[in-house]
């Protein structure tokens, strides 16, 4: 079965970068998508970025509060999905959680309800 498995938080100041890994296990849609969610304190989980499979990291989305500041990509050899995450804001602090769909759309796959395979998540934590 697929696997999804976070590494790379931690705790940083703002203004600070992290770079989150997921090593994607026994996902074998070539044409899929893959997403980085996050859910801070009290707060619904919300999206942050995808990005199809297919092209690797020329179609990617990301939602606007870290657009120009967060970069999604995957390994085109061992399919590792990264976040690089730089200008760290304190209002980036949360669970981060990589996710994959089974279908190939990231346009307008926004939603928790979008996504069938999750992994544990990784903190990140912005002072």
């Known amino acids: 079965h697929v696997q999804l498995v976070e590494s790379g938080g931690g705790s940083v100041q703002a203004g600070g970068s992290l770079r989150l890994s997921c090593a994607v296990i026994?996902?074998?849609?070539?044409?899929?998508?893959l997403a980085w969610f996050r859910q801070a304190p009290g707060k619904e989980r919300e999206w942050v970025a995808n990005?199809?499979?297919?092209?690797?990291?020329?179609?990617?989305r990301y939602e606007v509060s870290v657009r120009g500041r967060f970069l999604i990509s995957q390994d085109k050899d061992n399919g590792t999905l990264y976040l690089q995450m730089d200008r760290l804001q304190v209002e980036d602090t949360a669970m981060y959680y990589c996710?994959?769909?089974?279908?190939?759309?990231?346009?307008?796959?926004?939603?928790?309800?979008?996504?069938?395979?999750w992994g544990q998540g990784t903190q990140v934590t912005v002072s």
């Open positions: 026994r996902y074998t849609y070539t044409d899929g998508c």
């Open positions: 990005v199809r499979t297919l092209d690797f990291d020329r179609d990617t």
């Open positions: 996710a994959a769909r089974k279908e190939s759309i990231c346009g307008g796959a926004y939603r928790q309800s979008d996504y069938y395979f």
